[in-house]
């Protein structure tokens, strides 16, 4: 099933493990500095972020582009 979308590093991430491991390596501040929105600003959490991620398009492609700049070389199911 992997394969089947072999260009797009993200096929079989769901946006809850994208969130999830972005909020432990870098924390709701760091996450803030890096892309502007508020769910990352006041009163951050994961059902927070994921409820307007979900909405919103633009910040959603910000946040997924942000998860394959910083693990790609990490994870292997991440291809660059």
């Keep these: 099933m992997q394969d089947s979308q072999p260009n797009n590093p993200l096929h079989g991430i769901k946006l809850a493990t994208i969130v999830e491991e972005l909020e432990a390596h870098y924390g709701w501040d760091g ?3 890096r892309i502007d929105i508020n769910c990352f600003k006041k009163d ?3 059902k927070s972020s994921l409820k307007f991620l979900r909405k919103t398009p633009w910040a959603r492609d910000k946040v997924e582009a942000l998860y394959v700049a910083t693990f790609a070389s ?3 199911w991440v291809k660059p």
């Design 31 to 33: 996450l803030a500095e």
């Design 44 to 46: 951050p959490s994961i």
């Design 74 to 76: 990490n994870n292997p």
